[in-house]
């Protein structure tokens, strides 16, 4: 137990804590937080004190009390489903910003990570009773389906959040908080020092975040930065202000009641007009920036935020090889769901389908490259064919770029499948699509610069190759130069699909094999799934691991000569 100021946080979530440490461990299925939207799960009443939690906070400011500020935002947040949010936030100067969480963090820097640990916990035991109001933020800043704005904004994102602490917590545990060094002498007694180690953070941590999914990108970072023991300033997207403003409000509700300066968080929403994030990531007492967003800037960062220890999660080309199946329609229904889910707006959702051309075997015959992208788009007929089930997996449109490339990618190659225009039943202001399927080939020059080239949204190709095994060179390859955070392949060969995980170790990328049920490559779940590999360039980073965590702190110690009186006694 921790005997520093206030040990209660920690003492009420220890047991949690514990497990966190043992389900990261296992990689088996464990969570704490309920992914069911329902008020059995989170309280009667919970679903409609959520959603009034969340019209209450629309066309006011956003109050945060005591944040230092240096103006206003006004309101720049637009639901992708068709109506202003109306809120305005605190502004927040770069220099002001930072000097402000550095000034904060003393104290902070101090605490054990015991304590650090607990408040973290607290924290997220409080975002996940607010579920239902940070999903409404979600959808209606992002564009997701509720039913995913809640699970990926609320509890998965607590989960990953989670598990950034279980490591983060257990990697400043690794060593002895003190030791007694004795070491014997030829002559006389020994040689005696005592010695203490100290984990402390490297300072001002920057949180860059992303559009669509501004918390499960960005707790991780968020979270890993405060438990060892940094302060952190939160920059969101400006069209995904928020999720974030609510996720600060809680934090530092949670710092104050632990008499912690609640400027350890704060929120650095920008103006319409202004782009800090590079003031912020290249200020010289930043010494921590964790982003999600464009490769451009993601490689901007690493080149020129050199002051800072920087994770990037990027853009990439997600693959998937197709050889041969005994589940033809569980093949077809899983990757139209993958394709349609949040319409592609995911940095895990496959782009490019490699098929031989002349055919690969299935339960239901022979299926040639022409056949399946056609199969595929009937696959998605059938699945978005009820209204109310496409808007709830399509969810919305996030931004006028998605919808330029997807008009841009129609000009390509054959279309397989259109992207058709789907009205939402719910709000009728909605920008809907669904995926656009387009037939290439894999050695044609114009069509090897469209799909070496990232197509974010509801895009897919499906390239016609040689055999499996150019598809699984192609693969390789893309993987290597462009990044990738997922590859998936099909095959009913044993050998097919060593050769296939040989690939992707190659290549440095994780694999899904022969996915037909209800698991698609484009989800993955905290304590057992990682996140990114750092071993392409879609990220430099993986969430989260052991490499996630330790750059934030270093271990320091201090020695002296024991007491004459404890010498005697070593």
Not at 336 to 361: D, H
Request: net charge negative.
């Amino acid at each position: 137990m921790t005997t520093d100021q206030h040990p209660d946080f920690f003492v009420r979530h220890a047991e949690l804590l514990d497990q966190a440490v043992a389900g990261a461990a296992d990689r088996g299925y464990w969570t704490p937080y309920p992914e069911a939207p329902s008020a059995s799960a989170y309280g009667a009443g919970a679903p409609d004190l959520g959603e009034a939690a969340f019209r209450d906070l629309l066309d006011h400011p956003f109050s945060l009390e005591g944040h230092p500020t240096t103006g206003t935002v006004p309101a720049t947040e637009v639901s992708p489903y068709g109506f202003p949010l109306g809120v305005s936030y605190p502004a927040l100067v770069p220099e002001v910003a930072v000097a402000t969480a550095k000034a904060a963090a003393a104290a902070w820097r101090r605490a054990s990570p015991d304590t650090r640990a607990g408040v973290a916990a607290e924290i997220l035991a409080r975002l996940n009773a607010a579920s239902f109001e940070i999903a409404h933020a979600v959808q209606h800043t992002t564009g997701q389906p509720f039913m995913m704005a809640f699970q990926a904004g609320g509890p998965h994102a607590q989960d990953r959040g989670l598990e950034a602490v279980a490591y983060a917590w257990n990697e400043q545990k690794r060593h002895a908080v003190a030791a007694r060094w004795s070491k014997p002498q030829r002559k006389g007694g020994p040689l005696v020092m005592d010695k203490t180690f100290t984990p402390v953070g490297r300072g001002v941590a920057v949180l860059i975040a992303c559009n669509t999914f501004p918390t499960w990108n960005g707790y991780p970072g968020f979270f890993a930065s405060l438990v060892t023991g940094n302060p952190v300033v939160v920059k969101p997207h400006r069209r995904a202000v928020l999720p974030l403003a609510i996720t600060v409000r809680i934090a530092r509700e949670v710092l104050a009641e632990a008499d912690f300066d609640p400027d350890v968080v704060l929120l650095a929403a920008e103006k319409p007009e202004e782009r800090t994030a590079p003031a912020l990531a290249t200020h010289p007492d930043v010494r921590i920036v964790d982003f999600t967003g464009s490769s451009e800037f993601g490689d901007w960062l690493e080149t020129n935020a050199r002051q800072a220890v920087v994770h990037t999660e990027k853009a990439g080309l997600n693959s998937v090889v197709v050889d041969s199946t005994e589940d033809y329609a569980g093949l077809l229904r899983n990757l139209a769901f993958s394709l349609s889910l949040y319409s592609g707006q995911m940095c895990t959702t496959p782009q490019n389908i490699l098929v031989p051309r002349e055919g690969f075997p299935t339960d239901q015959g022979r299926r040639t490259a022409d056949a399946f992208a056609a199969d595929l788009g009937a696959a998605l007929d059938k699945l978005l064919g009820d209204p109310a089930r496409a808007a709830a997996t399509l969810g919305a449109i996030v931004n006028e770029g998605v919808l330029k490339r997807v008009e841009e990618a129609a000009a390509l190659g054959r279309t397989a499948h259109p992207s058709g225009e789907l009205a939402h039943p719910d709000f009728q202001d909605a920008v809907v699509r669904s995926p656009l399927v387009v037939r290439l080939e894999a050695e044609a020059e114009a069509d090897q610069d469209a799909y070496t080239s990232e197509w974010f949204g509801p895009v897919c190709f499906v390239i016609g190759t040689d055999s499996t095994a150019h598809g699984l060179r192609l693969l390789h390859d893309c993987v290597r130069q462009y990044g990738a955070l997922t590859a998936s392949v099909y095959a009913t060969d044993e050998a097919v699909l060593e050769a296939a995980r040989t690939t992707a170790l190659e290549a440095g990328v994780h694999l899904s094999e022969n996915l037909t049920g209800q698991v698609f490559v484009n989800q993955s779940a905290a304590f057992s799934d990682f996140h990114g590999t750092a071993a392409n360039p879609a990220a430099n980073a993986a969430l989260t691991d052991p490499a996630f965590v330790t750059g934030r702190f270093s271990v320091l110690q201090s020695r002296r000569h024991a007491t004459a009186e404890e010498q005697v006694n070593a």
